[in-house]
């Protein structure tokens, strides 16, 4: 039988700045590729997260390409953490720039991807019932663009209008004299409850487990700071790639317990001051030492209590795991909000959500009535986008039952059984504890010389390896068993979607190590994957 041809070399599934950045990357080296994108529009997670309040909690300097040093000069970021109306604006700005629009096709949803041995293709077939053949399948579908819907009885049904914080409209709310619900209390929450509770009348906040929130302290950037950063971006960008996050930080070499509490309070005090997720760099052993954590945690449960008014609220308000075990808040008057007299908190943990009946909502001991309830509950991450997809490998073998135990792969990359199917950001990779931009433009730029040495070289398959993904699951495990984080559950390790597998999915060896031993792989001819 002759043999089939494929539509395109690579198929790209999602428009975030991944996909986006995939495109520019694939046609340099001279190779056709399209993507195909659920929504309407480009930008990913920026496009979907419209809440009130939603901006980056990297610097925008920082939380932006580096791959085109023009760009980089001729964006101005107007504030330190950019709004999401203005990094959606910069996304638009890139794809026209370097014209990817015409590679994207919107509103169309890749519902399968099923290998086809024969002809070693993957076919790929989408929500608008097209079918196409591809050489490289690349998911680059986000580890944070699932939304997760909590069962609560009766929320399909409640009389008033619910919103989902990954799922805004496009044209607003208007809150001005609602009684508002929000539940969650994580960073989506964090962000739109102070906007929310300006115009509602009044807002009831349900959580679960209280959150460890930093003030973000954002300002408008000059153009004196602007003209500064753009004059050192490179070194910038050089100081960034060595650290464990791929964000310029300085990270202190002292230890939490070795210091004189006097000097511990001032340095926190100083990261307090200073504002956004540095407080974690405060001292080397916060992350990885329960003491040295514990004295972090007091700091901030301390301030927690000296800006809350009320002595209740403040102490709901207080967290109980280790600060960082789950993915620190970076907000702006977040708790001083609970000062408002049309703000309100209810603590699920002494009296959880038991059902929504027409507009009201009951909790074990009260009854509330709501205009709007906001659902900021989160993701299903890192892995619930590719679950979303048929992905199907060799034998037919699909990526859920392969995942059935967790999602084992080699470097986040690939995953064996699935030749010529990569990851961008996925689980297995350092990607959600890092600045994203640079773990997207490093996971792009491998995949690229990848396919680069390739085609160079006449090899059409690419393959991870049992062993390494063996070898490359008990690293994983091995660096993120070094972080208190490792035992607080999160969606890190799937904890907050029932029924999943509790792994911890993030690599945590850090960015500069992560890349280097990416390369390391390069260069010993591709160890760990088979070419063929
Ligand atoms: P996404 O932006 O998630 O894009 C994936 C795209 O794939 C989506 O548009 C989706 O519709 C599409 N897709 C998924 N499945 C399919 C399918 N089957 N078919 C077709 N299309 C599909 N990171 C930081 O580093 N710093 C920050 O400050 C920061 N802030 C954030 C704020 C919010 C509110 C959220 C939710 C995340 C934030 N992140 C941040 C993480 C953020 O997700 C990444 O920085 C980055 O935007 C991810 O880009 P991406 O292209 O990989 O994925
Ligand atoms: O989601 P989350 P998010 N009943 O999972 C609660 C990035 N991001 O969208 O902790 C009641 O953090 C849940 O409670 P609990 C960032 O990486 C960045 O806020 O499971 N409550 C929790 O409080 C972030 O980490 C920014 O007990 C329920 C909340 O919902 C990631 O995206 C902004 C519940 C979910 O919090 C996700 O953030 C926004 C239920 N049944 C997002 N189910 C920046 O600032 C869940 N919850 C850059």
Known sequence: MEKQKPDVDVLIVGAGFSGLYLIHRMRQIGLSCHAFEAAAGLGGTWYWNRYPGARCDVASFE????????????????????????????????????????SISFSTKVTSAIYDEDNKLWSIKTSKNSAHKARFVVFATGCLSVPFTPPIVG??????????????????????????????????????????????????????????????????????????????????????????????????????LEVPEEERLATYEKRWTDGGLP?????????????????ASEFFKNKIR???????????????????????CVDTDFYETFNRDNVSLVNLKKEPIESIEGSTLHT????????????????????????????????????KQAWSEGPDNYL?????????????????????????????????????????????????????????????????????????????????????????????MPYMGGLPVYRETCDEVARENYRGFTLT
């Open 155 to 256: 929320l399909a049904e409640f009389a008033g209008s619910t919103y989902t914080t990954g799922r805004w409209p496009h044209e607003g709310v208007g809150f001005t004299s609602q009684k508002v619900a929000v539940i969650g209390t994580g960073s989506s929450a964090i962000q739109s409850i102070p906007l929310i509770a300006k115009v509602a009348a009044e807002v009831t906040v349900f959580q679960r487990t209280a959150n460890y929130s930093v003030p973000a302290r954002n300002a408008i950037t000059t153009p004196e700071e602007s003209n500064r950063t753009k004059a050192s971006y490179a070194a910038l960008r050089e100081q960034a790639k060595t650290t464990h996050s791929g964000i310029v930080t300085s990270p202190s070499p002292k230890s939490a």
């Open 364 to 399: 074990t001991s009260r009854s509330f009535e709501f205009d709007s309830i906001v659902l900021a509950t989160g993701f299903d991450a890192m892995t619930g986008a590719l679950n979303a997809v048929d992905i199907r490998g060799k034998e037919d073998f699909p990526l």
């Open 279 to 295: 407080f974690l760099a405060a001292f080397s052993d916060v992350m990885i030492d329960q003491k040295a954590n514990d004295t």
């Open 412 to 504: 986040g990359l690939m995953v064996n059984g699935f030749p010529n199917l990569f990851t961008v950001t996925g689980p297995g990779s350092p990607s959600v504890f890092t600045n994203m931009l640079m773990a997207i433009e490093q996971h792009v730029d491998w995949i690229t010389d990848c396919l680069e040495h390739m085609s160079v070289n006449d090899l059409t398959l690419i393959e991870a390896q049992s062993q390494a993904q063996l070898d490359w699951g008990k690293e994983v495990q091995r660096a993120a068993s070094q972080f208190l984080r490792s035992n607080t559950d999160s969606w890190y390790t799937g904890a907050n979607i029932e029924g999943k597998k509790n792994v911890f």
């Open 306 to 328: 000296s800006v809350v008014k009320d002595d209740e609220t403040a102490e709901a308000l207080c967290p109980t795991f280790p600060l960082g075990g789950k993915r620190m």
């Open 63 to 102: 939380y932006s390409f580096s791959f085109d040093k023009e760009l980089e000069q001729e964006w101005e970021w107007s504030e330190k953490y950019a709004p999401q109306p203005e990094i959606l604006e910069y996304a638009e700005h890139v794809a026209e720039r370097f014209d990817l629009k015409k």
